[in-house]
């Protein structure tokens, strides 16, 4: 095999070209589908703000709808940026509070549980968020809780399996109401829902099953991670959203995505997920990131087991009959 340079500049696209052509896939998709115009969750992220920012392209501002949900965890900065996104853009923005129905459904109080089998003294004063252990050391990964408690001490548990899935169980509520409100809106518009995955999070299941995950669009799937940065710097938006950094935005503790799922932060899981997709030795990747072989290693076989799981996230629901699923017999 000829050696393939693993590159930041692999990744590099004609933004002009780029923006054309989601915005033509935008208003093609609508005709076909009968809708007058797309409803988003917009969080003030660099994925959702670009996605916004594409549909205003494609369809002009009058025909985008921009929601922001905040609870009682989120970021006072997501809400912030999210406002400042639609106001540069000159969509509306309605904000839905989602804390009341995730009170109703027991979201906090069952996560609450959870965390306090391992932290008794846990209460709505501590801050937390779940943490990988392992990272890309090529072992095995589990899930830390990481707490802050009110007097600032830091508090570091190995989580057991039932406690992590009651945690991520309780925590999806959270994904699967925004997108209830998502559908309600376009419903009363006659407008698509638009959904914000780039391509890192698209390939390797980075979503709620009916929850983020849940969509009738989504233009940026396609794209890895720097090119969407590459395009929020195309479109002029906001100084702040382009210099952001991935997150949850899910646990009261700040949280990074490679500390939750990814095994490498953004920039070199892009460059890791191109070389996968290219089939390029673990050789060239540990050469390129700077990693022994063994984390090159585990870093593929990562991917791999991401796109194992995530086929589930992607999979329609099964019926008898496959072609009755959109499954081909």
């Keep these: ?3 393939t340079e693993i590159s930041p500049r692999r990744l590099e696209i004609d933004c002009d070209a780029e923006v054309a052509r989601i915005a033509e896939f935008l208003r093609a998709s609508l005709a076909r589908m009968h809708k007058r115009g ?4 917009l969080s003030g992220g660099v994925d959702s703000s670009v996605c916004a920012a594409l549909a205003v392209r494609a369809l002009g501002p009058q025909r985008v709808l921009a929601l922001s949900m905040p609870e009682r965890d989120s970021s006072a900065d997501g809400l912030r940026l999210a406002e400042e996104v639609a106001a540069q853009l000159g969509i509306l923005c309605v904000q839905e509070d989602i804390t009341p129905a995730l009170q109703a459904l027991g979201c906090y109080s069952r996560r609450d549980e959870a965390v306090r089998a391992l932290l008794p003294a846990y209460d709505e004063r501590w ?5 990988i252990a392992e990272g890309a050391a090529g072992r ?8 802050r408690d009110p007097e600032g001490r830091m508090h570091r548990r190995r989580l057991p399996l039932q406690a992590y899935l009651r945690i991520v169980a309780a925590t999806n509520f959270k994904q699967r109401v925004r997108k209830n409100l998502e559908y309600f809106h376009a419903d009363s518009l006659n407008h698509a829902v638009l959904g914000t995955p780039n391509r890192l999070e698209y390939d390797q299941g980075f979503f709620v099953k009916n929850g983020d995950g ?3 669009l989504k233009p940026i799937a396609h794209l890895y991670k720097s090119q969407v940065y590459a395009l929020a710097r195309h479109l002029g938006l906001p100084s702040e959203v382009c210099a952001s950094s991935p ?9 990074g995505q490679d500390e939750f799922y990814f095994a490498l932060p953004w920039a070199q899981m892009d460059l890791a997920l191109w070389a996968r997709n290219q089939d390029l030795p673990t050789s060239s990747l540990a050469e390129a990131l ?3 072989p063994q ?11 991401k796109r194992r799981n995530a086929a589930y996230l992607h999979s329609p629901p099964l019926c008898i009959d496959a072609g009755l699923s959109g499954v081909p017999a």
């Design 247 to 255: 997150t949850t935005d899910t646990y009261s503790l700040a949280q």
């Design 295 to 305: 984390q090159a290693q585990a870093i593929y076989a990562d991917i791999d087991a």
């Design 290 to 292: 700077g990693l022994t």
């Design 38 to 41: 797309v409803v988003l969750g």
């Design 140 to 147: 095995l990964h589990f899930f830390d809780l990481v707490a």
């Design 127 to 131: 801050k937390i968020k779940l943490a």
């Design 214 to 216: 849940a969509a009738d």
């Design 1 to 3: 095999m000829a050696h």
